[in-house]
């Protein structure tokens, strides 16, 4: 789950970009550009992660500019975006204007790059120590540069410098937030979250993020409100009307997922993204022809979904359709054969068709894959007793019994005794016929029923 940003850059340069491209394709358009115009459409370019362009663009410039200074920075700007880091440190090293504030910052960037930490970390502290004013913002520009290299320790202490001085910078605050998040403190994120809703309460970028943490959490109540909030305040936003679905189906609201899910479809163009979810909540519902349509309609769009693939299965084991599970479950199989569960479902199945054979091979399959599985153990205990393999039988059905540690397995000592007086262990037999009575009254009963029909 991704954060929300909180504001959308509003790029000034679009028009100038237009005339410029229009130049390109129509001579009779006008082709000269001041430098800041033309500064402006490098990094127009650069933003797009456009380089190629951006340094065309650049050659342009230079032929109107030769000898622009400011053109000359930009050079160095695309040498950082493409890698060519020590060419770009050399015309920085080489700028005239050395305090120049923008110079400066590419120095720290290409230094860091370059690993000379130390030299960079100098750098940092002399341009926050040469400003007389709107220190957060500086220490917002430098810590953008070690987030872009992912460096969220050090952006958090340059934020956190920031927020001493101006504690009502928001965008400042996102990106404190942000940081974090990825360094795991997250108390501290949710308080920078509240921060910022206190700032403003009609921030639905902080609501939002506020309730992704939440919902990583498995705070699901509180993430629902934190995305109502969101929701309340944007209400065409898609992405909070997502969340909710996934919250709400968390919560076991399966009626108002599928409201939210459905608004969601109505939004964008492209519903695709929610077939595999409404078929979840129609399962969970146990509608499941309504969810088999729809986990369908997911497969067509991604025929390797090994989650679609069994979520279908499911379905048909649910309509008793045992026989059409199981192409979807070999499917799922191929797909991820380290997946324990899709082994159980294709023994469910098998059981159900008489496989004995093919469903003991595929829970031996699956309890190699995660032998803790109690309930598994003892479905194979119990395929060899019926093949009357009692001591193959007597050590699966112990370990189903260890395994069983909050004792859901029903009669599981009563089969051990039959297991045993089939081995011919006469004392452990009765042993566990004893506890197997003082749970259930009838089980001496239950033990000569099954001792005659092996």
């Not at 309890?367 to 309930?375: A, G, S, W």
């Not at 189903?400 to 089969?415: C, G, Q, S």
């Not at 262990?425 to 029909?453: G, M, P, R, V, W």
């Amino acid at each position: 789950m991704g954060r929300k940003l909180h504001y959308s850059t509003e790029d000034d340069s679009n028009e100038i970009v237009k005339r410029y491209e229009a130049f390109l394709s129509d001579n009779s358009v006008s082709g000269y550009f001041d430098v800041e115009e033309m500064e402006s459409i490098v990094d127009f370019y650069l933003r797009k992660g456009r380089t190629r362009d951006s340094s065309k663009a650049l050659d342009f410039g230079f032929r109107l500019h030769p000898n622009s200074s400011a053109l000359m920075i930009k050079r160095a700007k695309i040498y950082l975006a493409t890698g060519d880091i020590n060419k770009a440190y050399n015309i920085l090293e080489s700028h005239s204007e050395q305090s120049d504030y923008d110079v400066i910052l590419l120095k720290i960037d290409a230094l860091i790059r370059l690993q000379r930490d130390n030299e960079a970390f100098v750098l940092c502290d002399d341009l926050i120590n040469s400003s007389n004013s709107d220190i957060d913002d500086v220490c917002l520009d430098i810590a953008y540069i070690f987030l872009f290299q992912s460096d969220f320790i050090s952006a958090k202490k340059y934020l956190l410098k920031g927020e001493e001085y101006n504690p009502l910078n928001d965008e400042l605050l996102f990106e404190l937030a942000f940081s974090f998040e990825r360094t795991e403190e997250v108390e501290k994120a949710i308080a920078t979250y509240n921060k910022l809703i206190k700032l403003d309460p009609f921030t639905s970028e902080a609501w939002f993020n506020l309730g992704q943490i939440y919902y990583s959490q498995n705070n699901y109540q509180l993430a629902l409100e934190a995305f109502e909030y969101a929701s309340a305040i944007r209400p065409e936003d898609s992405l909070t009307c997502l969340q909710k679905g996934h919250t709400h189906y968390q919560l076991q609201q399966y009626n108002e997922a599928l409201s939210e899910y459905f608004a969601f479809n109505e939004m964008i163009s492209d519903s695709k993204h929610t077939l595999y979810f409404i078929g979840e909540c129609y399962e969970q519902m146990e509608n499941y022809p309504e969810a088999l349509k729809y986990y369908l309609d997911a497969l067509k769009d991604n025929p390797d979904s090994f989650d679609t693939l069994t979520g279908i299965a499911i379905c048909l084991m649910e309509l008793d359709l045992y026989a059409e599970s199981l192409p979807f479950l070999n499917r799922a199989a191929e797909l991820q054969e380290e997946e324990p569960e899709v082994w159980i479902y294709i023994g469910e199945v098998l059981t159900e068709l008489d496989d004995i054979d093919g469903a003991l091979d595929s829970y031996l399959k699956a309890i190699k894959l995660n032998y803790n599985q109690p309930d598994i153990l003892m479905a194979i205990a119990n395929i060899y007793m019926d093949k009357k393999q009692f001591l193959d039988a007597v050590v699966y059905y112990k370990n189903a019994l260890k395994y069983d540690i909050h004792k859901e397995l029903e009669n599981i000592h009563l089969l051990l005794s039959v297991a045993y007086h089939f081995t011919g262990d006469i004392e452990l037999s009765y042993k566990h016929l004893q506890i197997a009575a003082e749970n259930n009254l009838d089980a001496y009963k239950l033990f000569e029923e099954l001792c005659s029909t092996l």
